[in-house]
Structures are given as structure tokens and as C-alpha cells.
């Protein structure tokens, strides 16, 4: 299973963008979805998670401006975000909890988002 994240760029502050993760393979079920971030010098941390049933979970800093939503048939997570801010820069990590046999969590490669003031 790999996953590849787009959509990073560079946007103004109040802009938007869209970030995508796709996994592939076959033969496998994906549970829980999610988008990290890690800004420098920090720790990465939990943006939001979406599950198989469609439950979501934000980050407070998030909410009411990020959507996350996943399309099954394509094992693709998106990340729409809104009213960026200059605080929203880093770079942003998929991850996707694999079933096959057992549980693995797999990461994206990491996508840069850099909003400017």
C-alpha cells in the first residue's frame, strides 16, 4: 500500500486549497483516514480523521474552517480547507489505517501548504 498526497502550494491568507491522498494496492480495507500536520519546530499533530462510517474529528484550531471527506471507491481522503491563515502553514501528512490480516497505519509523503500574510 502507498499513499500519495497533493494539493499543497502557496495561498494567501483567507484563501482555500485542496489537498487529496490516494492509496494503492488492492486487497486491503482502509478504517480510519486522517490528515496530520507538522510546522517547523514542532511536533506533528491531528488536523482531522474521518472513519469508514463517516465520523469526523477536528482540531480546534480547525473547525468551521477544514472539511475532511473520503471517497471509498477511490481510497482517497481529501482535506478542503478554508480561511487559511498564516498559522496553517506546514506540511501536511495523510494517514490511513489499513486492514488486511491486521492493522497498519500508513503515512503519505507529506504535501506543503504555506499561507502568507
Known amino acids: 500500500v502507498q499513499l500519495q498526497a497533493s494539493g499543497g502550494g502557496l495561498v494567501q491568507a483567507g484563501g482555500s486549497l485542496r489537498l487529496s491522498c490516494a492509496a494503492s494496492?488492492?486487497?486491503?480495507?482502509?478504517?480510519?483516514m486522517g490528515w496530520y500536520r507538522q510546522a517547523p519546530g514542532k511536533q506533528r499533530v491531528l488536523v482531522a480523521a474521518?472513519?469508514?462510517?463517516?465520523?469526523?474529528n477536528y482540531a480546534d484550531s480547525v473547525k468551521g474552517r477544514f472539511t475532511i471527506s473520503r471517497d471509498n471507491a477511490k481510497n482517497t481522503v481529501y482535506l478542503q480547507m478554508n480561511s487559511l491563515k498564516p498559522e496553517d502553514t506546514a506540511v501536511y501528512y495523510c494517514?490511513?489505517?489499513?486492514?488486511?490480516?491486521?492493522?497498519?497505519?500508513?503515512w503519505g509523503q507529506g504535501t506543503l501548504v504555506t499561507v502568507s500574510s
Open positions: 494517514k490511513m489505517r489499513v486492514v488486511v490480516a491486521t492493522w497498519s497505519d500508513y
Open positions: 474521518i472513519t469508514s462510517a463517516g465520523i469526523t
Open positions: 494496492g488492492s486487497g486491503f480495507g482502509i478504517d480510519v
